[in-house]
Every structure is written in C-alpha cells, then in structure tokens.
C-alpha cells in the first residue's frame, strides 16, 4: 500500500503563490502516474494536474493553466505543485493521488487546506 502525505498548504491573500508536496512512501510497479486534485466546499473533487514519473508532457487543467506548475523527483519519491498567481477560487482542499495502470487513481493523500483571501 502505497502511502502519500501532502504538505506546504495554508491562508495567502491573493495573487500569492504556495507550493505544495506529495511524499509517497515507495512506489510500486504500477503506479505511473502522480496527480494534484482540489475539492472546494460544495463541490466535486477535479483534478487540477498530473505527471508521469517516466516524463512526458504534464497535464493540466484550464483554471490553473499558466498558474501552477507540477514537478517532480523521482530520487525523493516526491511530486511538488507550485501555485502562483492564486485566486480566491483556488481556495480547496488539495490532494495527491497515484494512478496505477490496473486500478486507476487508487492511492490518495489526507488532503491539505489551501485558502486564498481575497
């Protein structure tokens, strides 16, 4: 079981910037993809970005495009989400998750608090 622990949330006015971490405990040999998900109060869990550990072209999506940056190190087992520019809709809980070929997105973070004040 792999497991992920988030860190790097908290309150920035707006147009500040946060970088969050993802720490995953080991990596299996399924498990080929690492992404960033949001859920704001009231509303359904979507993915913000995501990232091959073998590279590739990141994903992203339009509300955070230009924004956010995703990275990561593989050395460290670790995925970073640098956020700039935030607006008070980014204001969400933040979670890490691993896509696994055969299971799909099934390992998931606590989720970190990320509030931006307008």
């Known amino acids: 079981q792999v497991q992920l622990v988030e860190s790097g949330g908290g309150l920035v006015q707006a147009g500040g910037s946060l970088r969050l971490s993802c720490a995953a405990s080991?990596?299996?040999?399924?498990?080929?993809?690492m992404g960033w998900f949001r859920q704001a109060p009231g509303k359904e869990r979507e993915i913000v970005a995501a990232i091959n550990w073998g590279g590739g072209t990141p994903y992203y999506a339009d509300s955070v495009k230009g924004r956010f940056t995703i990275s990561r190190d593989n050395a460290k087992n670790t995925v970073y989400l640098q956020m700039n520019s935030l607006k008070p809709e980014d204001t969400a809980v933040y979670y890490c998750?691993?896509?696994?070929?055969?299971?799909?997105?099934?390992?998931w973070g606590q989720g970190t608090q990320v509030t931006v004040s307008s």
């Open positions: 998750a691993a896509q696994d070929y055969a299971k799909g997105w099934s390992n």
């Open positions: 080991t990596r299996t040999s399924g498990n080929y993809r």
